[in-house]
């Protein structure tokens, strides 16, 4: 079992930054990928960032440029820094880890092992 704990969620005004932490703990055997997932109010969970086990990151359209991951191998924490941030980045931010062989899981929601519960962005025009 994994589990993981977000952390850096709050409200601040339009061009704000923010940085987000996603702690792991628990049984661990292998590299893992990790990302970081969003759900606004009345909208499906949709992908913002994700790194795999050797660095690698992929980004959304909406994050490219203003949004940064990274992830502390020594200390299991994955961060997520933003940027310039717009009203319609406000939405409930999840960390997610896939701990499995292959390929990482990208975007597709339903492909990710573990959940935290989330850390809520409130950005303010």
Same mark, same amino acid.
């Given at each position: ?45 949709? #992908?913002?960032?994700?790194?795999? &086990?050797?660095? *690698?990151? $992929? =980004? ?9 991951? /990274? ?30 062989? #292959?390929?990482?899981?990208?975007? &597709?929601?339903? *492909?990710? $092992? =573990? ?9 303010? /025009?």
């Amino acid at each position: 079992q994994v589990q993981l704990v977000e952390s850096g969620g709050g409200s601040v005004q339009s061009g704000g930054s923010l940085r987000l932490s996603c702690e792991a703990s628990g049984y661990i055997d292998a590299p893992y990928c990790l990302g970081w997932f969003r759900q606004a109010s009345g909208k499906e969970r949709e #992908g913002v960032a994700a790194i795999d &086990r050797d660095g *690698g990151t $992929t =980004y959304a359209r909406s994050a490219k440029g203003r949004f940064a991951i /990274s992830r502390d191998n020594a200390k299991n924490i994955l961060y997520l820094q933003m940027n310039s941030l717009k009203p319609e980045d406000t939405a409930m931010y999840y960390c997610a880890a896939y701990v499995g062989r #292959g390929y990482c899981p990208g975007f &597709r929601a339903s *492909g990710w $092992t =573990y959940w935290g519960r989330g850390t809520q962005v409130t950005v303010s /025009s």
